[in-house]
Each structure stands twice: as C-alpha cells, then as structure tokens.
Antibody
Framework: QVQLQESGPGLVKPSQTLSLTCTVSGGSISSGSYYWSWIRQPAGKGLEWIGRIYTSGSTNYNPSLKSRVTISVDTSKNQFSLKLSSVTAADTAVYYC??????WGQGTLVTVSS | QSVLTQPPSASGTPGQRVTISCSGSSSNIGSNYVYWYQQLPGTAPKLLIYRNNQRPSGVPDRFSGSKSGTSASLAISGLRSEDEADYYCAAWDDSLSGSFYVFGTGTKVTVL
C-alpha cells in the first residue's frame, strides 16, 4: 500500500486561499486505477468529503464546496493538491488525503484565523 | 450535510455483538456500494469494509458488513476493548450534477 503525507500552512487568514499538498510514496500516483481524494474533519465532528481526482485529471467535487475547490495532480512530483478559496472559520478542520480511501495520510490541522 | 444517518452511539460488553445501522436513499446506498471506516481516537480513519461486505487484508473477521435496499449495517462480534472508536459508513451518491461521496453521521462505540 502507498503512504500519503499532507503538507501546507497550518494557519490561513479569513478570505484567503487554503493550499495543501499530498505526497505519495511507495508507489506511483499514475499507476493502477486509484483516485486521489481530500477529506476534512472539524474538531469533534464527522467526516466531510471534499473531492477527488484521477491521474487523467478528471475531478469530482462536493456540491457544497464546488465553487471554492480545485484539486490538481502533479505526476512528475507524485503529488496532488487542494486549493480552497475564500476560507472562513468554518473551514477550520483536520484535512486528510487518501488513495481510493484504502490508504490515508495522518491528517494536518488547518486553522482559519486572523 | 450528511445524507447517511447513523445512531450517535452504541455500546456493549467484551465478547458481545454490536450492530451499527446506516440509513440512506436510492441515490446512494440504494444504488452503490457501502463502505465502513473505523477511526480510533486521534488517528486517521481506516477502511474496515468495502463493497458492502468485503474486508481489506488485516481486518479481523469479527467485523462484517451487510446491505439491504437503502440501508446497511456493520456488525462487530466478540467485542474487544480495542474496538472502542468512531465508525462511519459511506457511499457514492449519484446526483444530477455528478457523483459525490457521502459519509454517515458517525457512531461512537463504547466498550463497557
């Protein structure tokens, strides 16, 4: 199984864009029929799917976030990324990346605050 | 925004069997596979069941999943203290604007 690691700023100001990267190791992001997802979890609350991308570039997004979300993939770096624009305090959460949901990163806390 | 409903909590004594329900609709559970995740305190979720009733390698056969119509359930037999965790069901939902993944509301399992 592949391993995943999230990285990015832990603090983002309101109205700015949250940017995270997920680095895949132990396998190529281009191999197989995997898709690559982002999920988030506010403290003490449940899981929320943000979106996914195939290495072909095809994406699906959560309708409630679609207008603010962009997921992209960089096969040369074995990474995929998340951008969430116009953030508010409600976007404060632990953000996870996952491969077809079988392997998950450890998660990274992103706090939206001025 | 969860469209899959689970009971907030479930409990049992060691060795007992605990069942968690997950209620959805025709656009998600009714027409797609169900997945179950276990989230131990302070850790990332772990895939427990995929395609309704399949276990990834390494998942004990004490965990089993089933689906009927627009509902699904997860059963934990021979409950152990290490099973104390949050459990989430999930499924793809086919909407007019495309497919999106929905998680259940989550169930906290307590071992008494």
């Amino acid at each position: 199984q592949v391993q995943l690691q999230e990285s990015g700023p832990g603090l983002v100001k309101p109205s700015q864009t949250l940017s995270l990267t997920c680095t895949v190791s132990g396998g190529s992001i281009s191999s197989g029929s995997y898709y690559w997802s982002w999920i988030r979890q506010p403290a003490g609350k449940g899981l929320e799917w943000i979106g996914r991308i195939y290495t072909s570039g095809s994406t699906n997004y959560n309708p409630s976030l679609k207008s603010r979300v962009t997921i992209s993939v960089d096969t040369s770096k074995n990474q995929f990324s998340l951008k969430l624009s116009s953030v508010t305090a409600a976007d404060t959460a632990v953000y996870y990346c996952a491969s077809s949901f079988s392997s998950w990163g450890q998660g990274t806390l992103v706090t939206v605050s001025s | 925004q969860s469209v899959l409903t689970q009971p907030p909590s479930a409990s049992g004594t060691p060795g007992q069997r605990v069942t968690i329900s997950c209620s959805g609709s025709s656009s998600n559970i009714g027409s797609n596979y169900v997945y179950w995740y276990q989230q131990l305190p302070g850790t990332a979720p772990k895939l427990l069941i995929y395609r309704n009733n399949q276990r990834p390698s390494g998942v004990p056969d004490r965990f089993s999943g089933s689906k009927s119509g627009t509902s699904a359930s997860l059963a934990i037999s021979g409950l152990r203290s290490e099973d104390e965790a949050d459990y989430y069901c999930a499924a793809w939902d086919d909407s007019l604007s495309g497919s999106f993944y929905v998680f259940g509301t989550g169930t906290k399992v307590t071992v008494l």
